[in-house]
T-cell receptor, first 112, second 114 residues
């Protein structure tokens, strides 16, 4: 079965620093989603990538999908305490049997 | 406001009892999903529905049941057959199940078995 590996599992940064979270699949990604979650709350949609080499940005967050469509990265520039939370990547496996599989998440702490 | 409403937010259940979690959406989405989230395990798919009166098992359907009688509603019943039901449950919806459709999530429901 297709699995998503996220790294690192947790990350502590000082406010203002840049950071990157990675999401790697064992197979080709048909669609890759990035979400943010506060503990005990719902997931907030950030971005969705489909094409190899695609890059999208929203405010200070940029997500990229590599050309081989097996790895995605989420980059935050000049982090703020509001960026703290759990970041989850999810991938659509394709085919007639729907399945959206998520990684285990990356816990981000931003210290003021 | 448009969105997905889950209720209740917190629920306590005694062992041996069934409990139903509500999920309502006013986004006019065809597809709806239920996920379970446990610490350190990410989200796991329980059931999903592509259209009214149709639903499919996900990865961990044992001990759960669903119905889809209305487009807006997709309730999840946690039965006494579910061995470890204490978890955070998330409902989601999208226009369809195809890749490229944004999947939106509700605020989640905490279920604790006492």
């Amino acid at each position: 079965s297709q699995e998503l590996e996220q790294s690192p599992q947790s990350l502590i940064v000082q406010e203002g620093k840049n950071l990157t979270i990675n999401c790697t699949s064992s197979k080709t990604l048909y669609g890759l989603y990035w979400y943010k979650q506060k503990y005990g709350e719902g997931l907030i949609f950030l971005m969705m990538l489909q094409k190899g080499g695609e890059e999208k940005s929203h405010e200070k967050i940029t997500a990229k999908l590599d050309e081989k469509k097996q790895q995605s990265s989420l980059h935050i520039t000049a982090s703020q305490p509001s960026h703290a939370g759990i970041y989850l990547c999810g991938e659509y496996s394709g085919g007639s049997n729907y399945k959206l599989t998520f990684g285990k998440g990356t816990l981000l702490t931003v210290n003021p | 406001d448009g969105g997905i409403t889950q209720s209740p937010k917190y629920l306590f259940r005694k062992e041996g009892q069934n409990v139903t979690l509500s999920c309502e959406q006013n986004l006019n989405h065809d597809a709806m999903y239920w996920y379970r989230q446990d610490p350190g395990q990410g989200l796991r798919l329980i059931y999903y529905s592509q259209i009214v009166n149709d639903f499919q098992k996900g990865d961990i359907a044992e001990g759960y049941s669903v119905s889809r009688e209305k487009k807006e509603s997709f309730p999840l019943t946690v039965t006494s057959a579910q061995k470890n039901p204490t978890a955070f449950y998330l409902c989601a919806s999208s226009i369809g199940v195809a890749s490229g459709n944004t999947i939106y999530f509700g605020e989640g429901s905490w279920l604790t078995v006492v």
